[in-house]
Each structure stands twice: as C-alpha cells, then as structure tokens.
C-alpha cells in the first residue's frame, strides 16, 4: 500500500461543492489503494480577507497576533473537508500545525519549519483514516500559532511528504501544471510534463507562485516526488524532478513576472568605501530582503545606487533610506511603487550566448524601456514599468519561448 499527499489550494476547496468534490477525489484514492494525507489551503480569497481585516484595525500590526487570525482559514477548511469525507464514508480527522506538531522557528508571517513529527499522521492512516491537515500554519516553541508565508501550504504538503516519507506529493490547483509562463497572462504558454528541481527552484523565486519556493527547496532536499496538477479533472500535471541531462537542451523553460517589487533610488551619494555598507545594514537589521542593486559611477565623486525591495516594504525600506541620506547630507531618495521584475529562466543558458541581447531587443521592438538587469547563469531578470508587464512577458515568451531559444 503506498502513502500519497495530496494537496488542494484555495480554488479547489473555493465552495462546498468544491470540498465535496476534494473529498470525492479522495475516496477515489483509497479504492484504488492508497493511504491519503489530505493538506488543504484557506478557501480562495479568505486569507486575503483576513489579512484586510487585519490591516483595517492595525495599520502595522503585531505579527503574532496576525498569524492567530490568518491562521484560522485553514482550520476552517481542514475540519469542512473531514466532515465532508466521514459524511461520505470515509473515517477522518483534521489536525491543526499544533495537533500534528510542525515545530517552527518564531518568525511570524513568514516562519520556517523545523521540526516535524509523521507519527501520529501515520497512526492515522494506519487506522484507516484520512488525516486531514490545516496547511500554512505551525506552533513555535514557545506554543504560539505561526504562519509559513503566503503560499506556505505547498511546503506543508511537501515537508509532511518528506517526514512520512510518502510515496508521492500531489498538489492539486487551479492550472493543468508547470507552464513555461504564467497561462492566465501568456495564454501560448505550454504545460511541462516534468521540470528539474533547480529549474522550478528558479521559477519560484523568480515570481512563478504556483509552487512556493520552499516547499522545492524540501522537495530537493528530501527527494520528494511532487506532482502539480489540477483538481479539476484527471489528467496529469507536471512531475518535479531530479535535473536529467536532456533537459539542458532547452535553453529557456520559462518566463516568469514578479510583481512584488517597488524600486529606490539614491541619486547622489559619495562615492567612498562604507555608504553602501550603512545603508544596506540597517536595511537587513529590519528583516528586509533586497533583490536587485545597481551603483553607477559618477565622474564627480558621487554616484546614483538604485535597490529593489517587495513593495509591502517599501514604506520601511524608505525611511530607512531617508535616514541615511540626512546622516551623510545626499538629497532625498525616490520611491516607485510600479515597478514588476520579468525574469527568463533556464539551466541551458548557462551554455548559449546571445539570449541577454535577445531579450534586449525583444524589449526595445515594443518600446518598453529597461530599468534594471540583473544576470545568473541560470536566469536574466529586467525591471520594468508595472504597465507593460504581459506585454513584456507575452513579447519574450514568443521569442524565447515559442521560437526557441537557440534559434538567432
Ligand atoms: P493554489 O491556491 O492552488 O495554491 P496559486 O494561486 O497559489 O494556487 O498558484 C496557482 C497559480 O499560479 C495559477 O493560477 C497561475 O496563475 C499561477 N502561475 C504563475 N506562474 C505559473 C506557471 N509557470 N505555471 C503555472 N501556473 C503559474
Ligand atoms: N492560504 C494561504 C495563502 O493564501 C496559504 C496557501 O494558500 O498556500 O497564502
Ligand atoms: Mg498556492
């Protein structure tokens, strides 16, 4: 008898049909054999929902007591659904993070996982039953609620996965699978039957949420098998795997838009050892993750430095940046809320020349001007106005993508 994971995001359990249908799926399941360990998201829109009522009575509120009310979305769902499966016949309980104990570090909104006990998950099943897991969320040591980041279900599914050591981890979502772009902005976008773990860590962090980018990062790591597909119907999705060589042969696999990026601009600030040190220090002192930076040279011992932070901490990052101009007498910095990062992603890159001028051209051809670059070996991300966003991503899917990248 083998163990699946199978979980269902916030579209699949969106209503109550929905959840009869999850639940329907898995009864299915177990008839043909299997054992299920069952991980669902907040029904669609309620985490966001939760999140402004939040916002509306607490303009920076503490998040401990944010995670309390997030949290509450999925417990919801994981006690509907086992209702719903023991209605059906088909024995269930729910568990919380706390019941199942997925121990986390304390950083609220956005903890990680460190410890996970399978056991009494797999007692469960052992007895028969569906275990019913409420994602995102998990308990400190100190026994407070915490939350894994949005999209932080997929690593629960994953890292349970990982500690039951089930034979495979099924995501069940909204779209088909892995696509080389986003399908609801590039509708040319074409389903992957299977990506490498590197390639899809790239994805993720590069603004594709179909899959968080922990949860590829304990995938990797413990060798999971993931499984994205959709939940509604039964053809299969994409299979994450380990990278095989054939894959290099594509050059591109994917174009990807990250639209949680604001940009800060320092126009003028000496051009001496030690000011970007005391800028970006405090920066990360505050918990904030900077993306891109660039500095150019000035000829007159200044220089412009210009950095990229999510757009939700913009407002810190800039008082931040305020402060730090006053202390060495530079002029204010400028702020731009609307900005997106459209990124081109491929592990077979790193042996082609020729695709950064590619993509250059493929920008200037529909007159859409280039903020910022950064390159890997592996990616070229382009900061660009918000508004040209699917333009941008549709315009380098065609020519990357659809053409092929090799072809010049
Ligand atoms: P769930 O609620 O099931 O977790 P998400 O909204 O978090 O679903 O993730 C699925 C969404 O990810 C899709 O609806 C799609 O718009 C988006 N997405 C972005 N990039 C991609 C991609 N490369 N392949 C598939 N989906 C993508
Ligand atoms: N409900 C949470 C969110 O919307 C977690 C998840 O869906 O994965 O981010
Ligand atoms: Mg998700």
């Given at each position: 008898m083998s163990l699946i994971v199978q979980k269902f995001g916030g579209t699949s359990v969106g209503s109550v049909e929905r959840i009869r249908e999850v639940s329907r799926r898995i009864a299915r399941t177990r008839a043909a054999g299997h054992e299920v360990i069952a991980v669902v998201s907040a029904m669609s829109g309620e985490t966001d929902r939760l999140l402004g009522l939040v916002r509306e009575l607490?303009?920076?509120?503490?998040r401990s007591e944010a995670d309390v009310v997030v949290a509450s979305g999925e417990q919801v769902t994981a006690a509907l659904l086992a209702l719903t499966l023991e209605n059906g016949g088909v024995p269930a309980r729910s568990f919380l993070g706390h019941q199942v104990r997925i121990v986390t570090d304390s950083?609220?909104?956005?903890a990680r996982i460190r410890a996970i006990d399978g056991q009494r998950l797999l007692d469960t099943t052992r007895r028969g039953q569906v275990a019913v897991v409420a994602g995102f969320q998990g308990v400190d040591e100190n026994g407070s609620i915490t939350t894994l980041g949005r999209g932080g279900s997929d690593t629960t599914a994953v890292a349970l996965a990982a500690a039951t050591h089930a034979d495979a981890c099924e995501i069940y979502t909204d779209v088909a699978g892995v696509y080389t772009s986003d399908p609801r902005i590039c509708p040319a976008a074409r389903k992957l039957d299977r990506i490498s773990y590197d390639e899809m860590l790239e994805l993720a962090s590069l603004g594709a949420k179909v899959l968080q980018i922990r949860s590829v990062e304990f995938a990797k790591r413990y060798g999971v098998r993931v499984h994205v597909r959709t939940s509604f119907g039964d053809e299969l999705g994409t299979w994450v795997v380990p990278e095989e060589a054939s894959m290099e042969e594509v050059t591109v696999s994917g174009i990807t838009l990250d639209r949680d990026q604001a940009k800060i601009t320092l126009?003028?600030?000496?051009?001496?050892?030690g000011v970007a040190a005391g800028l970006f220090r405090p920066i990360a002192g505050a918990g904030i993750i900077v993306d891109m930076i660039i500095q150019n040279v000035g000829t007159d011992g200044n220089t412009e430095l210009t950095f990229t932070v999510p757009r939700s901490e913009l407002g810190a990052a800039l008082e931040i940046a305020r402060s730090h101009c006053r202390e060495i007498g530079a002029p204010e910095p400028l702020a731009d809320g609307e900005i997106v990062k459209v990124s081109i992603v491929g592990l077979g890159m790193r042996s082609h020349a020729g695709v950064a001028a590619r993509v250059f051209e493929t920008l200037a051809h529909e007159a859409i001007n280039i903020q910022m670059i950064s390159t890997s070996e592996s990616k070229i991300s382009v900061a660009i106005d918000a508004r040209y966003a699917e333009l941008a991503v549709r315009a380098l899917h065609h020519e990357l993508v659809e053409k092929g990248a090799t072809a010049a």
């Open positions: 607490a303009a920076t509120p503490k950083d609220h909104t956005r126009p003028q600030v000496p051009d001496r050892p």
